[in-house]
């Protein structure tokens, strides 16, 4: 063995790092890659925390080549490979209040023309789906400024559920399969950085990462991925390198009763299963949990929201009482008592610039991030990104086909536009 061990070692074996990992095996089947991660095992970082939804109802095209190319793989892997991903289509029903439907109306007419697999609803269209259980015109709580009117809806059919870990744990194992190697239960405190030369660093030099360090020891790479979701800020900012993302939690809170009851038993929604339902204001959603009968609850809370890592975040009561219910229970007045059956928070990594994924290299260094709420469902695409930009190629192809510049989801030359669409 030399001392430059690895030619490539992947940080963070997270969906994105376990999907980079599998992808440059893939590419270049000759490379010896490690995966690590301080972890036990794949996906047991924010992978795990996630709500597990995906869509391909974007507004930036990058996103829905993202996404929907990512959910051609899942079907391929459940459908025609056999291993079961826990994938459910139940589509996504996104309101809107007046201004927001205006504005994205051009766009998402565009999407339809270009065969996305939605439909645009009115607000009759809404009532007549929903009946009762909706509340077009909710009444906000006293002295509390409006709740949008419902205005209209999307219905996006190619959306549903899957289980994270399952997806993280088949791109794991196709890695191993491929020749990879992992290494769980490490805990990288820094990289390191030196000069080409291999020996120190001076500023006038061309400097790289040789290794990454931890109480377990060093580990020394040619390249290095990383992908450590919310903590890759903090590995980098030492360095001097900027993620251009930030951690920030979000949480997500299980609801249980006869509100939630009725609407999963009402009949006639497309495929006959509620479909996720996000309310026109702050981002609130809702996603059906059928066997449970729960509708688990989460909001794009930003204003009032501080950035900053925290690494075992909490649900809060209070962020419950206050922010999300008024707004659930507003448009959906059943869901008035509903008790909160689990919960849990988690950290995006997330970019806040215009919602689309961020990949590039910096020296021997590719940075995965930015994924923000939706890293999942793009998991695949941008494992394929990430290896290209590893391997210093300029495009890829996604798993449906679609050629895509890597170069558009850098930094410098970035070439995406802003995303409308965000939780
Ligand atoms: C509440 C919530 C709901 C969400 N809902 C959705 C959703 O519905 N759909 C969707 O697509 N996405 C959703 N997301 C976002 C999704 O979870 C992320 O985009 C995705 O999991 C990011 O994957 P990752 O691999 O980048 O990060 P992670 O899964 O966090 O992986 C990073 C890995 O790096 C490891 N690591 C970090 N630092 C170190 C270190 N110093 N040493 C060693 N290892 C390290 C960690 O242990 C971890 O395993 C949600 C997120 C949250 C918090």
């Not at 996906?43 to 597990?52: E, H």
């Not at 927001?100 to 109306?105: C, I, V």
Request: charged share 25%; glycine share 12%; aromatic share 6%.
């Amino acid at each position: 063995m030399t001392d430059l061990e690895w030619d490539t070692l992947v940080l963070g074996a997270g969906v994105l790092g376990c999907a980079t990992a599998y992808h440059v095996m893939r590419s270049d089947p000759d490379r010896r890659v490690l995966l690590l991660d301080r972890n036990p095992r794949p996906a047991q970082g924010n992978t795990r925390r996630s709500v597990a939804l995906f869509r391909d109802l974007f507004t930036s095209s990058t996103n829905q080549a993202l996404a929907s190319s990512t959910i051609a793989l899942f079907d391929h892997v459940e459908g025609e490979l056999g291993h079961n991903l826990g994938l459910k289509r139940f589509g996504y029903y996104w309101m809107m209040d007046p201004g927001k439907l205006d504005d994205l109306r051009p766009v998402l007419e565009d999407l339809e023309r270009h065969g996305s697999d939605l439909e645009i609803h009115d607000r009759s269209d809404v009532r007549a789906l929903l009946g009762e259980h909706i509340e077009l015109d909710p009444v906000p709580p006293l002295d509390r400024g409006p709740l949008g009117s419902v205005a209209g809806a999307v219905m996006a059919r190619n959306a549903g559920t899957l289980s994270p870990s399952r997806l993280a744990g088949w791109f794991e194992m196709e890695f191993r399969a491929l020749g990879g190697r992992v290494e769980y239960g490490f805990t990288v405190d820094r990289l390191v950085p030196e000069s080409v030369r291999g020996n120190g660093f001076r500023v006038w030099e061309d400097g790289r990462v040789a290794a990454v360090e931890g109480a377990s020891g060093r580990l020394r790479a040619r390249e290095f991925v990383v992908a450590a979701g919310a903590m890759t800020p903090s590995l980098l900012d030492p360095l001097g390198v900027d993620s251009h993302v930030k951690p920030r939690t979000r949480q997500a809170f299980g609801l249980v009763g006869e509100g939630a009851t009725a609407l999963h038993e009402r009949n006639g929604f497309p495929g006959g299963h509620l479909p996720v339902m996000v309310l026109p204001s702050a981002g609130v959603y809702l996603k059906p949990v059928g066997s449970q009968r729960m509708l688990l609850a989460g909001c794009a809370d930003d204003l009032g929201r501080p950035f900053g890592l925290d690494e075992d975040p909490q649900p809060e009561a209070e962020f419950l009482r206050d922010q999300i219910r008024p707004v659930v229970e507003g448009y959906l007045p059943g869901m008035k008592g509903a008790e909160v059956k689990v919960s849990w928070a988690g950290q995006y990594h997330s970019n806040t610039i215009d919602g689309n994924p961020y990949v590039f290299k910096e020296s021997n260094l590719t940075v995965v991030a930015g994924a923000s709420g939706s890293g999942i469902m793009k998991s695949d695409a941008i494992g394929r990104v990430a290896a290209a930009v590893h391997l210093d190629q300029r495009s890829t192809e996604l798993f449906d086909g679609h050629r895509m510049n890597v170069a558009d989801l850098g930094i410098k030359g970035r070439k995406v536009a802003p995303e409308a669409l965000i939780i």
